[in-house]
């Protein structure tokens, strides 16, 4: 059973528009949310997170946003740049117990000029 | 300052047989997770270690154990391979266990099973 989904396999975006990467999650025992992005040849990267008692988290050209009663969560990039094209993870945290990280399959962004 | 270092990068195996991978975590963080990436697919997580403890193992056959040494540094298990064990094996490590403390990847190692 996915818990977590990203059902945007791709996207693409011309560099300098908003890019926004969907996230939906089953699980409403779900606290913490991360997204990731992850280049060729290297490990998952942290981008940044939120809350399950935040609708919203901003960081430069980053927001998440949660709206916990659709159980979806969106990352917004704007402005869009080549560099932002990578593959986008979404990944939750269970409330309680260790820190186990469910994640999405992911959306790979493609930033053009 | 040192990332999460994970050796060996890259490995082909034959099935059947037994593989290795170590972990090396960034200095003062306590715990270390494993994760299998199967191409096309997310991280799932195989184990957590804090402490030189296992605190949780995800849904993984007992072919895959791990353990974490007085170093904090770990090493992940897995006999008797199968061609479905062919992925990108990813070790995280945080300061501690609670959701305040983020992960940091390595870059991984990616096992190839013929």
């Known amino acids: 059973d996915q818990q977590v989904k990203q059902n945007s396999p791709s996207l693409s975006v011309q560099e300098g528009r908003i890019s926004i990467l969907n996230c939906d999650y089953t699980n409403s025992m779900f606290d913490y949310f991360l997204w990731y992005k992850k280049y060729p040849a290297e490990g998952p990267t942290f981008l940044i997170s939120?809350?399950?008692?935040?609708d919203k988290n901003e960081d430069g050209r980053f927001t998440v946003f949660l709206n916990k009663s659709a159980k979806h969560l969106s990352l917004h990039i704007v402005p869009s740049q080549p560099g932002d094209s990578a593959v986008y993870f979404c990944a939750a945290i269970s409330a309680g117990g260790y820190n186990k990280l469910i994640f999405g399959a992911g959306t790979r962004l493609a930033v053009h000029p | 300052d040192a990332g999460v270092t994970q050796s060996p990068t890259h490995l082909i195996k034959t099935r059947g047989q037994q593989v290795t991978l170590r972990c090396s975590p960034i200095?003062?963080?306590?715990?270390v997770s494993w994760y299998q990436q199967v191409l096309g697919q997310g991280p799932q997580f195989i184990f957590q270690?804090?402490?030189?403890?296992?605190?949780g193992r995800g849904n993984f056959p007992d072919r895959f154990s791990a353990r974490q040494f007085p170093n904090y540094s770990s090493e992940l298990n897995v006999n008797a391979l199968l061609l479905g064990d062919s992925a990108l094996y990813l070790c995280a490590s945080s300061m501690g266990e609670g959701t305040n403390y983020g992960y940091t990847f390595g870059s991984g190692t990616r096992l190839t099973v013929v």
């Open positions: 200095s003062g963080h306590k715990s």
């Open positions: 939120i809350s399950s008692i935040k």
């Open positions: 270690y804090y402490e030189k403890e296992e605190r």
